[in-house]
């Protein structure tokens, strides 16, 4: 589980149905969500985990707010704009209760230039909300490698995470320094039963998420005649 983290809010704004603030700390800045702190605003002091503000608290005790972004080299951490809170579009329609239950389950991970994240027909370990980065998807069965789709910040990847027994469909491989929002398959999918109301609004935007990326490939195909290509 991802450590707590502390820091000042210095700016918000709304997005869709969102508040998101940039807070610093240890001389960094993240944009966040505030929707579990609405009493919290700019000049507040807060605690968050997995991209969301979980409590609001007074100055006087933020002698924690120093600390630094924990499991994450210096030179690799986000960048100061609300570019990352993109990553969060799956869960924006989850209330407070449900996003409560499942932030908890919630693992920061990183990964180098070049590595690849997962392999086609691996087993779906972790649904993976990409903060900050770009990832190719990539069709690898032939003898070159084909490029599918390039992902960014804001978007999903390891979809089939919610399905049990389900495979991974492309190979996915860091095309930079790749941070993600990684929820363990078993126990994503564990929330979704115990709350099916969490489970229905959560795949919903899924597939909402997936149509669009669909869309995008089909654009593509139609103007260019063929994915993009493994360079």
């Avoid at 820091?7 to 800045?29: A, M, P, Q, T």
């Avoid at 910040?153 to 469909?169: F, K, Q, V």
């Amino acid at each position: 589980m991802t450590s707590q983290l502390h820091g000042k809010i210095l700016e918000e704004h709304n997005e869709d149905n969102s508040r998101i603030g940039l807070v610093e700390f240890g001389g960094k800045r993240r944009a966040i969500y505030l929707n579990l702190v609405p009493e919290a605003h700019v000049g507040d002091y807060v605690r968050f985990h997995a991209g969301f503000a979980i409590e609001r608290f007074i100055q006087n005790d933020a002698r924690h707010g120093g600390e630094k972004f924990v499991g994450r080299p210096e030179d690799e951490a986000p960048e100061p704009d609300f570019e990352s809170a993109r990553a969060y579009r799956l869960l924006s329609e989850l209330d407070a209760p449900q996003l409560r239950k499942l932030l908890p389950l919630a693992l920061d991970k990183q990964f180098a230039a070049g590595r690849v994240i997962f392999r086609s027909g691996d087993k779906s370990l972790f649904l993976h909300l990409i903060v900050s980065g770009d990832v190719a998807l990539e069709e690898d069965t032939g003898d070159q490698p084909v490029r599918v789709q390039s992902l960014h910040a804001g978007d999903a990847m390891g979809w089939s995470a919610l399905t049990a027994e389900a495979r991974t469909h492309f190979r996915a491989r860091a095309l930079s320094p790749v941070s993600t929002v990684a929820f363990p398959s078993e126990q994503i999918r564990a929330a979704c039963d115990r709350d099916p109301t969490m489970g229905y609004s959560l795949n919903k935007r899924l597939v909402e998420l997936l149509a669009e990326r669909l869309d995008a490939m089909r654009l593509k195909l139609v103007g260019h005649g063929k994915p993009e290509e493994f360079r």
